[in-house]
């Protein structure tokens, strides 16, 4: 089973926008030729991540999902204010092949549950982010704002057991620090449950990629920044990791 | 143009298998029924295997005919299973019996669904097959067929399973062609030649 590299793209209002805080946002371009472009580099998948504010502005999130999606031939989830079954069967619809579920996944569990007996857990991602706090992690929502109170891996079991198929695990402490990712949390959390993980946050060098797809056991990698600015091309990624014993797509 | 009829058995993802039917130069069509002028019938890759094989078999005397007739089929991943006697997706269900096996959950310590790519082997060469033997392709599932009938591309996931399976007019694959890139559109337009043939 190879290891699966992720490119993720924050898009608002139908571009792709990369920023620290909702006020600095830098256009980086279109999401379909982006998407493309990653596709062609090597990338397994692409997740988009809808960060609009706006109601037009989530509208016009279907329109990128279905012009992307005919041209891409990988995988595509979308992500970001998917709140209801018919957000998840609209995007489907428009040629999503997973949705991520995260603020909503915890304020209403029977959305995973419908959502995966209607699509098949294979369209279920539910999207974990996480905080350490001594020797636990404890789960937030709300674009990291709103503490759940639930534990990292009891959250990740139940959602297991409420038939998601994978779960992408950001860790709110390194995301966007560069600085890799965590380790123990991606580990902790991919040994206690039977379906994949993703693993999120802190993608700086390509060593961060080896470590976490290595020791940290997460079954795939996701990055954006490094991506982007091209730091990091996937191409040459790939090539580290294979050279470094690690099984990924060529 | 050769006309290729998607089955819309009610809930996911058409949008991408239509587009890459198109890109090879298909006509696609999305019919809740399948329709005897069209040159490829598509049983898509989503739903679960009883849902799935209750709405087809209301079609199956129709569906058999066609195939008699020299109309040739394709089905992906959960449409691919649907071709073998009997699932246990949902509680035992039959199939269309066109192949001989069952479906059942991977047996194998493995996560699952089994999600990614992994390389397929060709078992047996044929005009579907060609270009495609060591390359990766991609994988969304839980379920194989266990078969004794010999299958024309292998996989592994914990276990050898059928990757590509071909009869006659009819062709399966585990792997979404859809999905997998470059491999998916080498399988394609080996696809489409065979229509043409």
């Known amino acids: ?250 | 143009m050769p006309t290729a009829l998607i089955i819309n058995y009610g809930v996911g993802n058409l949008f991408s298998i239509s587009s890459s039917l198109r890109r090879v130069g298909f006509e696609v069509k999305i019919k809740e029924s399948p329709e005897a002028n069209s040159d490829l019938i598509v049983f898509p890759g989503v739903g679960s295997f009883s849902a799935v094989s209750n709405f087809l078999l209301s079609f199956s005397e129709q569906l058999n005919d066609m195939r008699k007739s020299g109309i040739k089929f394709l089905g992906v991943c959960l449409g691919l299973q649907i071709f073998f006697d009997k699932g246990t997706e949902g509680g035992d269900t039959k199939g269309l019996s066109w192949f001989s096996g069952t479906v059942d959950k991977i047996r194998a310590n493995v996560k699952l669904p089994h999600i990614g790519w992994d390389r397929i082997y060709e078992e047996k060469k044929t005009e579907l097959s060609e270009g495609l033997d060591g390359r990766y392709a991609y994988f969304v599932h839980s379920y194989v067929a266990y078969t004794t009938e010999s299958y024309i591309m292998k996989s592994y996931y914990g276990i050898e399973f059928p990757a590509m399976v071909e009869k006659d007019n009819v062709v399966g694959t585990q792997f979404h062609p859809e999905k997998s890139s470059e491999t998916g559109k080498i399988f394609l337009e080996n696809l489409m030649r065979w229509i043409k043939r």
């Open chain 1, 1 to 250: 089973m190879t290891k699966r590299i992720i490119a993720c793209l924050d898009v608002n209002a139908g571009r792709v926008v990369k920023g620290v805080n909702f006020l600095n946002l830098k256009d980086k371009g279109d999401p379909v030729e982006l998407a493309s472009k990653y596709e062609e580099e090597g990338a397994d998948e692409i997740v988009f991540l809808d960060i609009s504010a706006t109601i037009e502005g989530r509208r016009t999130m279907i329109d990128v999902v279905r012009n992307t999606a005919s041209v891409l031939s990988i995988p595509l989830t979308v992500g970001g204010g998917i709140r209801t079954l018919e957000d998840v069967s609209r995007m489907l619809s428009s040629g999503a092949d997973k949705v991520s579920i995260n603020t909503a996944a915890v304020e209403n569990k029977k959305l995973i549950e419908i959502s995966s007996n209607e699509f098949g857990a294979q369209a279920v991602v539910v999207a974990i982010d996480a905080k350490r706090e001594m020797d636990s992690w404890s789960v937030y929502t709300k674009s990291g704002t709103y503490r759940t109170g639930l534990d990292a891996i009891l959250w990740s079991k139940e959602v297991e057991r409420l038939g998601s198929g994978e779960i992408l695990l950001t860790s709110i402490d390194k995301d966007g620090t560069r600085s890799g990712f965590d380790i123990d949390l991606t580990f902790a959390v991919s040994s206690s449950v039977n379906i994949p993980v993703i693993a999120s946050g802190g993608a700086g060098n390509m060593e961060h990629f080896y470590q976490v797809l290595s020791r940290g056991g997460a079954d795939a990698a996701l990055a954006a920044g490094v991506f982007h600015d091209g730091v990091i091309r996937i191409k040459d990624l790939k090539n580290y990791l294979l050279m470094k014993g690690v099984d990924v797509r060529q």
